[in-house]
């Protein structure tokens, strides 16, 4: 659900939040009931219902007003009311917009709260800028009036913020409840449908069964540019712990997705399993871009992903098959002797194992990746076969990396 982009609205305060949580469910259960009976009935249950909750949740608003934007004010020329003697005289007139970056779900801005402060202002939202701003006049030029008007507005203009929020996570509690309820009552319905067609003898032809996956979507996950404590060094945008942790996420997901369908993996290279993975990732973010065979540094990284708006590496990954401990060692060291800057902090190193022995190589990771000469320390198992470490740059013994290590079996 989406509206124009710098539509003025009135904010939180164009849509009651009772009919808008009626809208999505009927959303919801509208998009079941059009997929269809063979879909309903063939697709993977798990992955589908994922899909609507991911599709449906709502990205709770935080606007960084730590870090507002005042533009360069219009003049124009108004007539104004002499209140000392009477009549009115043309006067310079300031219009000044004051703009704030935010993150979460930019409809939010229109929702009306549950409870509910007597309060609202006019507001342009940016959903492709990630911006929300607000004007006002000033009739003279008066630091402190200035500085008056800005905050009544930004009080009157956010005040509900925090309670459309509490609301929205409500709905994202209730989300996947409400998800199961629709599909399995959509579900039972064509299942009950196919048992009264085989009572009276209605054939349903075998051949138009499908095997269907749950769509892909679009995640509106925007990573927040954090700048260096000491500026001399850096003032590039990195990645947000978050965003690290979902994109280790998807990648673990489709590596051993691919695991359960070996007509996916079946006699690739590495490129074209990294490709497999690539693509689930470049239509996950919006404002992030997804490459592979991307120049950094001295060589081509086999994925990277960069900040749109200047083109920094948030996140850089490379794929290696397996062929012993010698090699793994190897491949960390050129992932951050060949292709890691100072900027580079958040990394990870895919492994495709085929040997039989699966659990003696995860053995063998996790011991002898303790004796590599950039390595600090571990912090932990996320997931079965992914694991997290802290490493240095060979370069700068100061400057930490997270580097995570997931092992996939593609057994011939």
Same mark, same amino acid.
């Given at each position: ?49 994922? /899909? ?8 709770? @608003?935080? *606007? ?5 934007? *005042? ?23 300031? $219009? ?38 607000? !004007?006002?006049?000033?009739? &003279? ?5 200035? !500085? ?32 199961? $309820? ?26 138009? $069964? ?6 892909? +979507? ?19 945008? $990195?990645? =947000? ?8 996420? *998807? ?18 290279? &590495? &490129?074209? @399993? ?10 996950? /973010? ?11 540094? =001295? ?27 010698? &090699? ?47 390595? +600090? ?22 400057? +930490? ?12």
């Amino acid at each position: 659900m989406s509206y124009r982009r710098t539509r003025p609205i009135k904010s939180f305060y164009e849509i009651d939040g009772d009919d808008f949580v009626h809208q999505l469910s009927e959303s919801i259960k509208n998009e079941i009931e059009g997929k269809g009976k063979e879909y309903i009935l063939g697709v993977d249950e798990e992955e589908f219902k994922n /899909y609507l909750i991911d599709k449906y949740t709502l990205g709770p @608003l935080a *606007v960084d007003f730590a870090n507002e934007k *005042v533009g360069k004010p219009l003049v124009s020329k108004e007539w104004v009311k002499n209140t000392m003697y009477g009549g009115k005289y043309q006067a310079d007139v300031y $219009t000044f917009t004051i703009t704030y970056r935010f993150t979460g779900s930019p409809i939010l801005f229109r929702v009306k709260p549950k409870t509910y402060t007597m309060t609202t202002a006019n507001i342009n939202v940016d959903e492709e800028k990630n911006t929300v701003s607000f !004007n006002f006049k000033l009739y &003279e030029q008066d630091p402190n009036e200035f !500085n008056r008007e800005k905050n009544r507005l930004c009080s009157q203009a956010f005040t509900n913020m925090d309670k459309t929020n509490s609301d929205a996570l409500d709905w994202n509690n209730r989300l996947p409840r409400t998800v199961n $309820t629709y599909f399995q009552s959509q579900k039972d319905k064509y299942k009950k449908e196919n048992d009264f067609f085989a009572a009276i003898n209605v054939k349903v032809d075998k051949n138009t $069964t499908s095997i269907f996956t749950a769509p892909t +979507i679009k995640k509106k996950i925007i990573p927040q540019p954090t700048i260096s404590k000491d500026k001399k060094f850096s003032s590039m945008p $990195t990645m =947000s712990k978050a965003m690290y942790d979902d994109t280790l996420k *998807v990648i673990y997901d489709s590596g051993k997705s691919m695991e359960r369908k070996p007509s996916l993996y079946k006699d690739k290279d &590495e &490129e074209g @399993l990294r490709d497999q993975i690539l693509f689930v990732l470049e239509t996950r /973010y919006e404002g992030i871009t997804a490459t592979g065979e991307t120049f950094n540094r =001295s060589g081509k990284a086999d994925i990277i992903l960069k900040y749109a708006e200047d083109g920094s590496n948030l996140f850089v990954a490379e794929c290696k098959f397996w062929h012993g401990c010698a &090699e793994f060692l190897k491949g960390i060291s050129q992932l951050f002797e060949r292709y890691l800057t100072w900027h580079d902090s958040k990394v990870a190193l895919l492994i495709f194992v085929t040997n039989k022995n699966f659990t003696n190589v995860i053995k063998t990771i996790k011991t002898e990746i303790k004796s590599h000469p950039y390595f +600090i320390e571990e912090k932990g198992q996320r997931r079965e076969t992914s694991f997290s470490y802290i490493f240095r740059l060979p370069q700068d013994e100061e400057k +930490i990396v997270f580097l995570e290590i997931l092992a996939f079996h593609y057994d011939k």
